[in-house]
């Protein structure tokens, strides 16, 4: 896996990311990450609620050679609420 600053991609997400809550490291995991012939690394995020992958909670960040963020996507849940081992999910329009 490539080294790269977590810390500050996750700065990025809560700074520039429509979220109804904070990402917090706990709350995600890298999946993976590669970094282009163009130098520009692309980093795959996964959605964790206790310990539990959420289905289609990903995000992915674009980082160029010199650390700045080129683009982020994501398809986080909010209000993600764990309920018996199981996920709650509300329901996306």
Not at 13 to 36: E, G
Not at 54 to 80: R, T, Y
Request: hydrophobic share 45%; glycine share 6%.
């Amino acid at each position: 896996m490539l080294r790269i600053n977590l810390i500050y991609v996750f700065e990025f997400l809560n700074r520039h990311v429509a979220l109804h809550s904070k990402v917090a490291p706990a709350s995600v995991h890298v999946a993976s990450s590669h970094k282009s012939h163009n130098g520009v690394t692309h980093v795959y995020l996964q959605q964790v609620v206790n310990g539990v992958e959420v289905v289609n909670g990903v995000a992915n960040v674009n980082i160029d050679s010199n650390g700045k963020v080129l683009s982020v996507g994501n398809s986080f849940f909010k209000n993600v609420a764990p309920v018996a081992g199981r996920l709650i999910l509300p329901v996306r329009n």
